[in-house]
């Protein structure tokens, strides 16, 4: 316990104490303003309003550069127009998009009958000093076993896969857009609030240095001052954390030089009932990625059913009509052509055919268990993070601001020291950036689960690497 004169030498400064309290989360979840309670009412001190917006504005109190002072009057971004842009500039979607359009081409393609051929013949020229035979010839190869139809058929699948790697690919871009929105939103309100309790260490400081004067010690001022110094740190590498998650988001989006702008959304203070088998089951239903490794083996089915039917002969006939210049006769030339499947029945074809389909089947098991593996990571992440916000919300926080309030009380009446009211200050700062760390989590947490647990949005895009070789394969001879 201080004694009586000390009580009565600091009691000057039980306001200015009771102001320079810590950060706080408002009802709805939302960082608000610096807590000072019911010295507002007394000091007629006015609390900045709480906003649905993230707009951080330059801190004037700071001496270093500030990167986000371009923020003030941009243009304000929410999610859905941040996604918009994604898919109209994201040259991946683009990408892949011509590669549907090549398999589009390529499946017309292998379905085209031969073209017949027109030639011309000269026989026995010289002969008895005669102009010999001479004359002109049609002949047209006939597609037998129904090849160009199975060829459009095994094409016809290849395009489905593509169609569903190019729905993939817009889901992992609609995704990292809003992992990366959530990334700089939470980036952007830790930096709020770091700026709102270096305001508060300021003060903490001055009064520190006013106390030094009337005698208190210096140990006060040295711990003053490296309370703000941590947090001028900080603001500096949360400053380059939104800076680098910005630029992210821009890539993503496909506008790399996008001015930084302010975004319009809010961190969940709810989350959605699930579980991890209703998830896993969703995924296997609708996630495009999936669809793929399904038409990947359809397509593999098709070419084994293709491939079976190759040893069918083709027909190719010929009719020519010419004039024997010797004799003066007119002729007709008729011939008929198949090969015979003795040495080639294309088994080695049919061989491999099967073994894709066996393989195509192992891939889609294992693509399964890839997702069953990666989404127990994403849940555990996101129960985690929900699991951590409502703690913070219903007793975390709501105990460290009334330990706070409660030092400061007892500070001012001289029985704790100034090192307490440091300490009490920062674990209520700590415990609003964990909060917002914890809401982050989550949300990114939820864009993946519901984005299929799908990202790569400027990744390597499936591209289409067939041909039309299975047109030559059905022209061609055994």
């Known amino acids: 316990m201080r004694n009586g004169r000390k009580i009565k030498q600091w009691t000057a400064f039980t306001p200015v104490m009771v102001m320079i309290l810590g950060c706080a989360v408002g009802p709805d979840g939302r960082p608000a303003t610096l807590v000072r309670s019911e010295v507002d009412t007394r000091l007629n001190v006015e609390t900045h309003p709480k906003s649905t917006r993230v707009s951080?504005?330059?801190?004037?109190?700071?001496?270093?550069?500030?990167?986000?002072?371009?923020?003030?009057?941009?243009?304000?971004?929410?999610?859905?127009?941040?996604?918009?842009?994604?898919?109209?500039?994201?040259?991946?979607?683009?990408?892949?998009?011509?590669?549907?359009?090549?398999?589009?081409?390529?499946?017309?393609?292998?379905?085209?009958?031969?073209?017949?051929?027109?030639?011309?013949?000269?026989?026995?020229?010289?002969?008895?000093?005669?102009?010999?035979?001479?004359?002109?010839?049609?002949?047209?190869?006939?597609?037998?076993?129904?090849?160009?139809?199975?060829?459009?058929?095994?094409?016809?699948?290849?395009?489905?896969?593509?169609?569903?790697?190019?729905?993939?690919?817009?889901?992992?871009?609609?995704?990292?857009?809003?992992?990366?929105?959530?990334?700089?939103?939470?980036?952007?309100?830790?930096?709020?609030?770091?700026?709102?309790?270096?305001?508060?260490?300021?003060?903490?400081?001055?009064?520190?240095?006013?106390?030094?004067?009337?005698?208190?010690?210096?140990?006060?001022?040295?711990?003053?001052?490296?309370?703000?110094?941590?947090?001028?740190?900080?603001?500096?590498?949360?400053?380059?954390?939104?800076?680098?998650?910005?630029?992210?988001?821009?890539?993503?989006?496909?506008?790399?030089?996008?001015?930084?702008?302010?975004?319009?959304?809010?961190?969940?203070?709810?989350?959605?009932?699930?579980?991890?088998?209703?998830?896993?089951?969703?995924?296997?239903?609708?996630?495009?990625?999936?669809?793929?490794?399904?038409?990947?083996?359809?397509?593999?089915?098709?070419?084994?059913?293709?491939?079976?039917?190759?040893?069918?002969?083709n027909v190719t006939g010929q009719m020519g009509v010419g004039h024997d210049h010797s004799t003066g006769d007119e002729f007709i030339n008729l011939q008929i052509s198949l090969p015979l499947p003795v040495n080639n029945t294309n088994q080695g074809n049919i061989h491999a055919a099967k073994a894709t389909v066996d393989e195509a089947v192992e891939n889609l098991e294992r693509l399964k268990m890839q997702i069953r593996s990666e989404l127990a990571e994403v849940m555990r992440e996101y129960e985690i993070a929900i699991t951590t916000r409502e703690q913070y919300e219903a007793i975390i926080l709501p105990k460290a601001k009334e330990s706070e309030r409660l030092i400061a009380e007892t500070y001012a009446t001289g029985e704790v020291d100034f090192l307490r009211v440091l300490t009490a200050r920062k674990m209520y700062f700590d415990a609003n950036l964990e909060y917002v760390n914890a809401q982050g989590d989550q949300a990114v947490a939820n864009a993946r689960i519901e984005g299929f647990l799908l990202s790569g949005g400027l990744s390597e895009v499936p591209t289409f690497p067939a041909d039309d070789s299975l047109r030559g394969q059905a022209l061609s001879s055994q």
């Open 56 to 313: 951080v504005l330059p801190d004037q109190s700071m001496s270093m550069s500030d990167p986000m002072s371009e923020l003030a009057g941009t243009q304000e971004l929410s999610l859905e127009s941040l996604q918009d842009i994604a898919l109209d500039n994201n040259p991946s979607l683009r990408q892949v998009e011509a590669a549907v359009r090549r398999a589009a081409g390529i499946q017309h393609q292998v379905g085209l009958n031969p073209n017949p051929r027109l030639g011309y013949f000269a026989d026995e020229v010289g002969d008895n000093a005669s102009s010999g035979l001479q004359g002109a010839f049609i002949s047209q190869t006939f597609i037998r076993g129904d090849k160009l139809t199975a060829n459009r058929h095994v094409l016809a699948h290849d395009l489905e896969l593509m169609k569903w790697h190019a729905e993939a690919q817009r889901v992992r871009v609609l995704t990292d857009v809003e992992v990366n929105f959530y990334r700089v939103l939470a980036a952007q309100r830790r930096l709020t609030l770091a700026r709102e309790f270096r305001e508060v260490a300021v003060q903490g400081l001055s009064v520190a240095q006013d106390r030094l004067e009337a005698g208190g010690t210096r140990q006060d001022v040295l711990q003053s001052e490296i309370q703000l110094s941590e947090v001028d740190l900080l603001i500096q590498r949360t400053e380059l954390e939104v800076s680098a998650a910005w630029k992210q988001l821009a890539a993503i989006a496909g506008v790399p030089e996008m001015t930084r702008s302010t975004l319009i959304g809010d961190l969940p203070t709810s989350q959605v009932s699930r579980s991890s088998e209703s998830v896993y089951q969703q995924v296997l239903e609708e996630s495009p990625a999936l669809r793929a490794a399904n038409q990947r083996l359809y397509r593999a089915q098709s070419n084994l059913r293709r491939q079976q039917v190759q040893p069918i002969s």
